[in-house]
DNA sequence: ATATTCAAGCTTGCATGGAAGATGGCGCGC
DNA sequence: GCGCGCCATCTTCCATGCAAGCTTGAATAT
């Protein structure tokens, strides 16, 4: 509602901007920076120089600078008064603020969903459950990049179908800063049937139009997430993701 | 955590930047169009020329685009490409959104105070007790304005005390988009002791600990704040605020 | 009278230049 | 050798110029 989604595709090139649609340079800056940020060709801790970005991706430095505003208000960069562009790393204590977020959100996305009319509910109940049977599927076959896009899915899915546009800014924003840490953490997650299996019960609550139950499994799926991760992050003296 | 908030007064002149603390331009243009926003010097639907905004503050047209899009993305105004900044208007169903968020939010940031330990947790148990104390002389003076800034004190004190940078900065931006409807439908509002007891009943959970009970006075109490409000706003058929 | 076309004036998008500030290295004093 | 101050350089910040696009209104043809 609030603003157009302009660009999702996940895996622009740096360089090159194929894309031949009326775009602005400020937008094409601000996705492929966002997309250097996600695949670690920014490393975190990187500083650059809006002028060598500028030179990078072929345009002046006024755009370069107002895509860094646009990643500063994004927390994914900090531009530093006159030092330049800091790509920002993520410590274990920005994980728990994150997912003290995603437990907020999701449980009410849930919720929501649980409450919506029977066609819409029934609906989303059966996207739920398909991307859970991608996971289920991805997990039989030990594809675990495949098992974690489907599990994005899932909860993409599960904040869309609350039908509310400042939630869905919210989480994307909040899963763009976490996007490296789920990458880097993908091959340490141990309890991938019991996400499925907590995938399957908020299905059925909203199936079963219960929002309390939908409120609570939503809730208790990333908990239990967040108990899961934070100690291994620790534990393995991650200080920056 | 994630970045300093510089300027904090909520009544900046539009026109004079008092301050003579080592502010970038572009930052007394955000707090100036944030502020006119705040106080409808800008009014929903206007639509303001950056060269016309840039010469009232005297200043370029760059720190005012600047400030622009920080302001866009912050989802108070929007940037039409050859047009102008057109200042956002409000209709119920973002009152609905934003009531989603706060309610997801503010149910969370409960949980996670009554979860502190002793000390800060009665701490923070005191500090809302004090708000609501305010809330109650302000009832009783009939004082209306005083009443809604404790209400906004205590809500602002029980995420600040949840100790989450991104929550704050979630609930601030959501609170400046909502600042002109709460401000307009104050003198509506009926249920004024309602409010006062489900603040008690929050700041109680947080005292004795119990994160289950403050998650769900806290959720209650903003669901409640919705229903009253919501069919108000439709029944005066206000279609923007 | 009405519709259509076209031009002028407004707007921002973007590039670039000058200025101020921060930083790191180099030279000087000890 | 070691510490300190200064200058060169690199960086962003902001102003301004030019160009392109949209809107509006008038003038003309029918």
């Known amino acids: ?19 031949e649609k009326r775009t602005s340079l400020v937008d094409d ?4 920076m966002r997309a250097a940020i996600r695949n670690a060709s920014f490393a975190p801790g990187y ?7 500028a030179l990078r991706l072929g345009m ?32 274990p204590d920005d994980m728990r603020e994150i997912y003290d977020v995603v437990i907020a959100m999701d449980g009410r996305a849930a919720e929501l969903v649980a409450a919506l009319p029977e066609p819409e509910r029934l ?18 076959g030990g594809d675990l990049p495949a098992w974690g896009q489907a599990d994005g899915a899932f909860h ?28 880097l953490t993908l091959n340490l997650r141990r309890a991938l049937d019991a996400s499925i299996a907590e995938h399957r019960r908020i299905a059925r609550a909203i199936r079963a139009a219960d929002p309390v ?22 534990s393995y003296g991650l200080k920056h993701l």
């Open 1 to 19: 509602m609030t603003r157009a989604q302009p660009s999702k595709d996940p895996d622009a090139r740096t360089g090159a901007n194929a894309g």
């Open 47 to 53: 500083q650059a120089s809006e002028q060598e970005i």
């Open 123 to 140: 609906a989303a109940a059966q996207a739920l459950d398909a991307h859970t049977d991608a996971m289920a599927d991805a997990h039989a």
């Open 60 to 91: 002046s430095r006024t755009p370069v600078h107002e895509a860094a505003i646009r990643l500063q208000e994004d927390g994914l960069v900090r531009v530093l008064p006159r030092k330049g562009i800091l790509i920002l790393a993520l410590a």
């Open 29 to 32: 800056a601000y996705a492929a």
């Open 213 to 234: 139950e939908a409120l609570d499994a939503a809730r208790q799926h990333r908990i239990r997430a967040r108990d899961e991760l934070l100690p291994l992050l620790n």
């Open 156 to 183: 993409a899915a599960l904040i869309e179908h609350a039908r509310n546009g400042r939630m869905s800014r919210i989480v994307q924003a909040i899963n763009d800063q976490s996007h490296r840490a789920r990458m």
